[in-house]
């Protein structure tokens, strides 16, 4: 599976941005779907996972009530919606499939990456 990104840019602190992830080749139902970051300098951290049998999510603490994650299933895409960001928010986003379908938040338990898109938030 290939996983492309898109959609990341510079906004201003409190905007919205809605990134996507768009899979090549067969997402099986057993995937788990994840959204990570890395800001400069720190380890990648997990933002959002969804299992894409059943579209059962889990956020991470800064995700939750700001970042929602979705998918469509007749364009192999994933999305994610992100609300009220923060110059924290700053970082590399990656799209990740987990093709076990383990479902943690590890990312080294992600099989498939994609490129990452540049997502910069301005105070």
């Known amino acids: 599976v290939q996983l492309v990104e898109s959609g990341g840019r510079l906004v201003q602190a409190g905007d919205s941005l809605r990134l996507s992830c768009a899979g090549f080749g067969r997402i099986s139902s057993s995937y788990v779907m994840g959204w990570f970051r890395q800001a400069p300098g720190k380890e990648r951290e997990v933002v959002a996972t969804?299992?894409?049998?059943?579209?059962?999510?889990y956020y991470a603490d800064s995700a939750k009530g700001r970042f929602t994650i979705s998918k469509d299933n007749d364009k192999n895409t994933v999305y994610l919606q992100m609300n009220s960001l923060k110059p924290e928010d700053t970082a590399v986003y990656y799209c990740a499939a987990d093709r076990d379908g383990r479902g943690t938040t590890r990312a080294r338990d992600y099989e498939y990456w994609g490129r990452g898109t540049l997502v910069t938030v301005s105070s």
């Open positions: 969804l299992l894409w049998r059943t579209g059962s999510t």
